[in-house]
């Protein structure tokens, strides 16, 4: 399948690529942004990695994630050991992520990691909540991937089910809009649309139609850009 092959030919010569993919939790953004990085033959940072490392730490060590103070002394000692997904993925994780995310010191110890890390070799699909208006806000390449507040929560829901969990789905649904409020009202890189930023609404489009849509784009955005 062309989607999966690897397109040299936008990068050769340039510096690093970066790909922005910003959005909601459940609009599809982690998956495309694996599609993106395979197809590109880019690296993938996702950089909520990052902050649920954080809330991980504090919850293991039996520390509320709102101490501000622990979280940021987290954030400053993280390591790449730190952020292996298969640890980062339960949901209490998540709300954490959520909580130490809102926390502008955390925000500060965090940024140039993400921007190391993104631009390492030839460049990176990155994928969070602020890459396109705090991270990178230089890169010409910039989607927010979004869907309904129901597309979202039943696939958050399905793929809990499918982990081997026993969601309830009207907690999910209030889970996200929690989330949601949490990641757009803070007062440091809430969670918006960048100006430049292409938006692709997933609701009703399956996982290759969306790659497809931001595939074309790109390679418009690219072909603008050269
Ligand atoms: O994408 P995720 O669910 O793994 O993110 C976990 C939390 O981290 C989420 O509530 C928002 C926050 N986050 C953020 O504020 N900025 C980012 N660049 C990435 C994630």
């Known amino acids: 399948m062309s989607g999966t092959m690897e397109q040299e030919t936008p990068f050769d010569g340039g510096g690093p690529v970066i790909v ?92 140039p990691v993400q921007r190391r890390l993104g631009a390492e070799g030839r ?19 910039k989607f927010f991937i979004t869907a309904s507040i129901e597309a979202r929560a039943r696939r958050r829901h399905k793929e809990l089910l499918n982990r081997g969990e026993t969601p309830i789905y009207a907690r999910v649904l209030d889970e996200l809009k929690a989330r949601d409020r949490r990641d757009e009202a803070r007062s440091v890189a809430p969670m918006r649309v960048a100006e430049d930023a292409v938006v692709v609404d997933t609701s009703e489009l399956d996982i290759d139609q969306a790659f497809g849509t931001i595939r074309s784009l790109m390679d418009e955005r690219l072909r603008m850009s050269a």
Not at 36 to 49: R, V
């Open 20 to 111: 922005a993919i910003d959005g909601p939790a459940g609009s599809g953004k982690s998956t495309l942004a694996r599609r993106l990085a395979a197809h590109f033959g880019l690296g993938l940072l996702d950089t909520g990695l990052l902050y649920r490392a954080v809330a991980k730490k504090l919850l293991d060590a039996g520390i509320d994630p709102a101490d501000e103070d622990a979280a940021t002394a987290a954030a400053e000692r993280l390591a790449p050991a730190d952020l292996d997904p298969a640890c980062l993925r339960g949901e209490a994780t998540g709300n954490g992520a959520s909580v130490v995310a809102a926390m502008p010191a955390v925000r500060t110890a965090l940024l």
């Open 123 to 141: 460049g990176s699909v990155v994928v969070g909540r602020d890459i396109g208006t705090a991270i990178f806000p230089d890169t010409p390449c």
